[in-house]
């Protein structure tokens, strides 16, 4: 098998769609890394259900200070993943939204969080296993 680093192929599933060449593994090894990322899922999921302003989404994400909020932020407007819309009101009123890109990775997450809950037991039994050692 492949290394992410020649290309990906998951297993027997073959290349990657659009990629017969395998030249589009490390862009996609950056992009997921980039939407892995542990305050881009929070703030994708603040953001799925419609436009809020930055305190809003601060709120909604526990944890997270300003300056990482902003640097997520602005990493997937860079991205295209979320809009960023300044109103030219007193004071000034800035809300962020998924972008369509954005929303599509919405069911991903989904799929993956709940991979994530029917597995829990399996991973939490492994780890106990593996700390026994």
Known sequence: MQTWSAGWTAGSRGPLEGDSQGGAADRAREIVGRVGDKWTVAVVHALGNGPLRFTEIRRGVDGISQRMLTTTLRALERDGLV?????PEIPPRVDYELTPVGRSLLDTLWLLMNWAVVHTEDIDRAR??????
Do not use: G
């Open 128 to 133: 106990r296993e593996y700390d026994a050692k």
């Open 83 to 87: 809009l960023r819309t300044v109103y």
